[in-house]
């Protein structure tokens, strides 16, 4: 969705026109998608901030009825595996 977006910003002159140009057979923003998925990785991998905010809305809100409600252990364990994995991939 995020490349879509982005496509959308440069078909209206808003971010750069390479990201509005589409594959001709896939009618895909291929440079927009790519962009965004490596923008997504370094994210995902660099920052775990989603255990982390999961954590503190866990905290918050109760949930909505009928969903599926782990214990809020959970993202703090995935929070500080993630961490200790980061801390171990930069100590090697």
Not at 7 to 17: H, I, K, N, V, W
Not at 19 to 46: D, I, M
Not at 79 to 90: D, G, K, N, Q
């Amino acid at each position: 969705m995020a490349s879509r977006i982005v496509y959308g910003m440069a078909e209206r002159g808003q971010s750069p026109a390479v990201f509005a140009r589409v594959n001709g057979r896939t009618h895909a923003p291929l440079e927009a998608t790519a962009v965004c998925s490596a923008l997504v990785l370094v994210l995902a991998l660099w920052f775990p901030l989603v255990n982390q905010a999961l954590w503190k809305i866990k905290g918050q809100t109760a949930p909505p009825p009928g969903s599926v409600n782990y214990p809020r252990a959970v993202p703090l364990a995935g929070f500080l595996s993630s961490a200790a994995l980061l801390a171990l991939r930069a100590a090697s």
